[in-house]
């Protein structure tokens, strides 16, 4: 995509070059996604390496007053995060935050795209207010179809039954008709280089 970009930037005049006056067809789909998810006011932080996961993840415990508290989690791969930080685990009604991965981010709305393997049979309703959510770049998708399809092919015999996505980080005022249904959770991405 960015030798893509570039031959395209090549062809735009130059005071046409700025992202402002790019269609979103030919935007990077991780800015696309970053802007979209902080103007529904995510919270988004990049990590280079595990050893900066780590670290990140440390840093919102300790923001949230959350050490030694409970959490929910499904994935015993994530496990060793709240195992490491002395969080007891819990059903997802009952503890401070939910721990999961992410079957895809969703640039064209800045949303995140969770099924079964991350919330079980679990409501939106039901899981915490706090959500940490594990990403990797390798999970962006341009729109929630390339989503859908990412988890038609990864899944082709043990089809999860809950998908849902989150795109809604704040309460809002105002009754935004696209916004109508959806649950407002304080979310934190913890966004991690895999590529």
């Known amino acids: 995509m960015n030798l893509f970009k570039k031959i395209i930037d090549s062809l735009i005049p130059e005071n046409q070059n700025d992202a402002s006056h790019q269609p979103d067809v030919l935007r990077d789909i991780d800015d696309l996604f970053a802007e979209n998810f902080t103007k529904n006011a995510g919270k988004f932080i990049y990590c280079a390496s ?58 064209d709305e800045g949303s995140v795209l969770l099924a079964s393997n991350q919330i079980k049979d679990i409501k939106p309703n039901d899981l915490p207010i706090n959500l940490i959510i594990i990403g990797r770049i390798s999970d962006l ?38 916004n109508y249904g959806s649950v407002a959770k304080n979310l934190y991405l913890l966004l991690l280089e895999d590529v």
């Open 50 to 107: 595990n050893e900066e996961l780590n670290e990140q993840f440390q840093n919102i415990l300790v923001e949230n007053d959350w050490f030694e508290k409970q959490a929910s989690c499904y994935e015993s791969v994530l496990n060793s995060f709240l195992k490491s930080n002395n969080i007891e685990l819990v059903e997802a009604n009952k503890g401070q935050f939910h721990l999961c991965s992410c079957e895809a981010l969703i640039a």
């Open 141 to 178: 998708v341009r729109n929630k179809s390339e989503g859908l399809s990412r988890i038609k092919n990864r899944y082709t015999s043990n089809y999860p039954t809950n998908i849902t996505s989150f795109k809604c980080f704040k309460n809002n005022t105002n009754d935004e008709f696209l």
